[in-house]
């Protein structure tokens, strides 16, 4: 079943920034590192067309270095965009690249600044992925509300970072359909959809699956599992998640297998980074997964276009009374 998350705040949400965007200088959008393609908003991109864009990676401590740079050559060869990794998390990150985040703006809009002209910057992103966190460190003390799951900022708030800037923090949006079935699990493996819209053993299944080959090692090591990295990159996705279990305290005596707890322990060792620093998806592929799902979509389109009921009898009449639908009975008897 394909993820779908898109309660009535972000509607709201939708139409706050369709409102506020026209007074932004730079939209900062803030991807997560682990998912630069899938927590890019489509609808976001829309609603922020022709605004010079920073894309932020953040949570770079949780990704995998090496993607990281593949995802950020990607980004930076776009026209108009300027892409970096980061860390919002002051605990966890330098300061620094916070910092550069703020010259980031005045060289894209070098026109403002000053009481008269305030640089107006929106922060957005799909839920969770650390935006209100990335205003407290760049305002530098805790004044936006955060905190380790989706949907914690509710409504547009401004900060104000000095005189002449100011920072508007929006709630995390994803949009109303992901058509990108393995975006929908990226998302929810990584905490961006709310609890009650995914099962947490399919959302696990599906990130082992993806995982077990270039992360072998990684799972290996995490759950001490007794098989080679080899072994363990070949197991089938249910194989794993059992021999994780075994591993979790998640098997009960007669080797009933807890599917909901090894799950959620997965799940959680990710978002943590107790599993090792992950990334779910290359620009190659996300590419890939985005054409499947375009090819979906027009073959769903042309069932459903073809399972139309033919056109009703228009059930006009000409002036001697008989039907002029111009369906098969449109000849008509000659005269
Ligand atoms: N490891 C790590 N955690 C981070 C980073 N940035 C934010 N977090 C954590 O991610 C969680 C979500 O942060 P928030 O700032 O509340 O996220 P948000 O995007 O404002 O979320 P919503 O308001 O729900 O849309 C918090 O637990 C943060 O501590 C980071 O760079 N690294
Ligand atoms: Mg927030």
């Known amino acids: 079943m394909a993820i779908q998350w898109f309660p009535g705040h972000m509607n709201l949400t939708r139409k706050a920034i369709e409102a506020r965007v026209k007074d932004i200088d730079v939209f900062i959008e803030l991807l997560d590192a682990r998912l630069p393609g899938s927590s890019a908003n489509p609808m976001l991109a ?69 009481m008269v002209k ?8 799909v839920p969770n992925v650390g935006k209100s966190t990335l205003i407290n460190s760049l305002v530098g003390r805790k004044t936006a509300k955060t905190g380790d799951e989706a949907g914690v900022t509710r409504h547009e708030q401004r900060f104000v970072l000095a005189d002449d800037f100011y920072l508007y923090d929006t709630p995390g949006m994803l949009w109303p359909r992901i ?42 090591a995490r759950y001490k599992l007794a098989q080679t990295v ?12 059992e021999a994780i279990a075994g591993k979790v305290q998640a098997v009960g005596k007669g080797g009933h297998v807890d599917w909901q707890k090894a799950a959620e322990r997965v799940i959680t060792d990710l978002r943590t980074g107790a599993l ?24 769903r389109d042309a069932r459903k276009a073809a399972r139309k009921p033919p056109k009703k009898r228009t059930g006009k009449r000409d002036r001697r009374g008989r039907q002029t639908d111009d369906g098969d009975n449109a000849a008509g008897p000659a005269d």
């Open 276 to 299: 090792g620093r992950i990334t779910l998806e290359l620009p190659d592929e996300f590419a890939e997964w985005q054409a499947l799902a375009v090819e979906a979509d027009e073959a």
């Open 230 to 241: 080899d072994e363990v990159a070949s197991l089938t996705d249910e194989q794993l998640l």
């Open 118 to 125: 305030p640089m107006r910057v929106l922060i957005g992103g």
């Open 179 to 220: 058509n990108v079935e393995r975006s929908g699990f990226n998302l929810a493996v990584s905490g961006a959809v709310g609890k009650n819209a995914y099962d947490e053993p399919e959302v696990a299944l599906e990130f082992l699956h993806y995982v077990a080959k270039p992360y072998a090692a990684l799972l290996k």
């Open 46 to 114: 829309e609603l922020t067309a022709g605004r010079p864009t920073v894309k932020v990676l953040n949570k770079q401590d949780l990704a995998d270095p090496e993607r990281t740079d593949i995802w950020l050559a990607h980004y930076n060869a776009q026209p108009g965009t300027q892409a970096f990794a980061l860390s919002a998390n002051p605990g966890v990150g330098e300061k620094k690249p916070v910092q550069r985040l703020r010259d980031s703006c005045f060289e894209l809009a070098p026109l403002r600044g000053g």
